[in-house]
Structure formats: structure tokens, C-alpha cells
């Protein structure tokens, strides 16, 4: 058994069609944002009561908000875009 307890993290991965084009393009200026990869980027989810919430919608995208809050509703603490990624029903898709 290891000595030192573990730092895991729950990724929820989302196909980038359920954001805009555009939000993708603006990113990195977005709070949250954690970093880019070749085909998406990862937002950091976390848990209310967090230090950084993002309760206030007005500071997101609507297409970005509401994948943070499915995201949070399962227990996820971070969110992976990818173009590969699982598209889901209960989210907005968007065309690219």
C-alpha cells in the first residue's frame, strides 16, 4: 500500500459540439479555463462551496455554463473538450 495518500481527479470528457466555435476560440481568457490541447481544452468544474465557484453565469458563455453545471451535477471536477468526445443528449449541440 502506498505511503501518501493521492491526489485523483473525476474528468468529464464532452465532445467539443456541445460549444461553440467560438467559445473554443476565446478560451483561454475564460475563468476556469485550465488548458488547450490538439483537439479541445480542459475547464476546471470543482464543487460548490469551492474557493473559485463559477455561480455567476454572467461570466461564462451559456453554451460553456451549462456543461460546467452538468458536470458538477456528477461529481466531475474538471471538464475535457475533445472533437472525439462523448456527445450527450441532455446538452446542446452546436455545428462546427
Known amino acids: 500500500m502506498p505511503s501518501q495518500t493521492h491526489e485523483i481527479r473525476k ?17 483561454p481568457q475564460l475563468p476556469h479555463f485550465i488548458s488547450e490541447h490538439q483537439y479541445g481544452a480542459y475547464f476546471y468544474v470543482g464543487q ?9 453565469p454572467e461570466d461564462y458563455p451559456d453554451d460553456l455554463y451549462q456543461c460546467l453545471l452538468y458536470a458538477r451535477k ?13 456527445i450527450y443528449d441532455d446538452l446542446n449541440q452546436y455545428p462546427w
Open 74 to 86: 456528477l461529481g466531475c471536477d474538471e471538464i475535457k473538450f475533445d472533437s472525439d468526445g462523448e
Open 48 to 56: 460548490a462551496g469551492d474557493v473559485t465557484p463559477f455561480e455567476d
Open 11 to 27: 474528468v468529464l470528457v464532452l465532445s467539443t459540439a456541445h460549444i461553440e466555435p467560438l467559445t473554443m476560440r476565446i478560451a
